[in-house]
């Protein structure tokens, strides 16, 4: 069931998740499309979230936002309710903060995301490359989360509660949270037509699933739910992303995600499994939560016969 409605305000808004955004020119959403589709997420009780460009809007925009509830989207902490960056330098704000980045300058960057997580409510990292991970890679982001791990025990013991979506999120789930691209959030582009989630529009405009006009037409839209997905629907990777579009892109179906991405959330889900065991040496912590179970798998696909 939809929950969320992302409207991109223009074709420069900063990319939130793992594609890239290549336009460059210019493309202002129109007033009377904004409108639209302000009015569309009212009448299907969506929480609106608006997307923005790195200039500032003209101020009429701004006031026909501010006429809704909503959260902004920025690739800066002015005034928004979550934050894009590139960089991962002199952070420190008082609100979320999702720092987008490639492989190597993850790895080479622990130092900075440890002083990261004293300065910001909450930190989610995006990887920009997940389909060109080597075994090498993994066994570097397995050392990475360790390291990581070390400094959130320490927060966490000194009466901190840091967040970062690597490590926590897993701690506190219950049950899978997804994109829930196409599912519990659909996108509306500039052109006033509708997309899976932003990375379709930017790939490809005419793989739109409806317009203002006419409304939704998902095609097969099951599939984008989890008891669709043969392989998800069994694994407790809780926090894994599944990413639609990173499925559609690597395995050319939008339930299966990669061995990449499955692998990576494997050893998140075991270095939060740690995590968990490690705190609670310290203490009463998440006393609601199950233990998280050791496996000797990193992607589920193993499993298959066995499910």
């Known amino acids: 069931m939809l929950q969320y409605l992302i409207i991109l305000l223009d074709d420069t808004s900063t990319s939130f998740c793992h594609y890239e955004n290549v336009k460059k020119e210019l493309r202002l959403v129109p007033i009377e499309t904004l409108k639209a589709g302000i009015r569309f997420g009212m009448m299907e009780n969506l929480m609106i979230q608006f997307v923005y460009p790195d200039y500032e809007l003209p101020n009429e925009y701004a006031d026909i936002i501010e006429s809704i509830d909503h959260s902004k989207i920025k690739p800066s902490d002015n005034d928004a309710d979550i934050w894009v960056t590139n960089s991962i330098k002199d952070i ?30 909450r930190l989610n990292i995006v990887l920009k490359d997940i389909e060109s991970f080597t075994d090498n890679n993994f066994e570097q982001y397995k050392e990475l989360l360790e390291k990581l791990s070390v400094k959130v025990e320490q927060l966490y013991v000194s009466g901190r509660t840091p967040q970062i979506n690597l490590l926590t999120d897993r701690l506190m789930l219950k049950d899978m949270n997804n994109c829930g691209a196409a599912d519990t959030n659909i996108t509306l582009a500039p052109n006033g037509k509708f997309y899976v989630c932003p990375a379709f529009y930017y790939e490809d405009e005419a793989d739109c699933v409806g317009d203002l006009e006419h409304g939704l037409d998902i095609k097969n839209k099951q599939l984008y739910k989890l008891d669709y997905a043969p392989i998800c629907r069994h694994c407790d990777a809780w926090q894994c992303k599944r990413c639609v579009w990173l499925n559609k892109k690597t395995t050319l179906e939008v339930n299966t995600p990669s061995h990449e991405q499955c692998v990576l959330a494997h050893l998140e889900r075991n270095a939060s499994r740690l995590l968990l065991k490690n705190i ?27 499910w």
């Open 280 to 306: 609670r040496k310290h203490g009463t912590f998440l006393p609601e939560q199950e233990d998280i179970s050791e496996i000797d798998y990193l992607d589920p696909f193993d499993k298959r016969e066995e």
């Open 92 to 121: 420190e704000s008082d609100v979320p903060v999702v720092w987008r980045t490639d492989k190597q300058t993850l790895f080479g960057s622990a130092a900075a995301i440890i002083e990261v997580l004293e300065n910001v409510p």
